[in-house]
């Protein structure tokens, strides 16, 4: 079993900065993209951010500029840096990685609980 826990989240002022981080933990083998998406009320869940194993990125036009991923493959961790934060960006975020569990099984997406964010003042 893996299990990914987010941390991090919290309320913000508007031009504020957060950093979520995401831990994957358990059976792992080895774990190709980590992502970063987001789900505001009533929306659907959006990109943010991927990154790959190999340190490839890429950004949902909304934030880039303002968000960056980056990943710790020692820790099988992701992160992510948000700055310049706006209220639009208020939502809960989610982590996923995939993965593979053992040398030749097949690999598995898995997600994280969530983690809120808000952006008032």
């Known amino acids: 079993q893996v299990q990914l826990v987010e941390s991090g989240g919290g309320l913000v002022q508007p031009g504020g900065s957060l950093r979520l981080s995401c831990a994957a933990s358990g059976s792992i083998f080895s774990i190709n993209a980590m992502g970063w998406y987001c789900q505001a009320p009533g929306k659907e869940r959006e990109l943010v951010a991927t990154?790959?194993?190999?340190?490839?990125?890429k950004y949902a036009d909304p934030v880039k500029g303002r968000f960056t991923i980056s990943r710790d493959n020692a820790k099988n961790t992701v992160y992510l840096q948000m700055n310049s934060l706006k209220p639009e960006d208020t939502a809960v975020y989610y982590c996923?990685?995939?993965?593979?569990?053992?040398?030749?099984?097949?690999?598995?997406?898995?997600w994280g609980q969530g983690t809120q964010v808000t952006v008032s003042s």
């Open positions: 996923n990685a995939d993965v593979l569990p053992h040398y030749g099984s097949n690999w598995f997406k898995y």
């Open positions: 990154i790959t194993s190999g340190g490839s990125t």
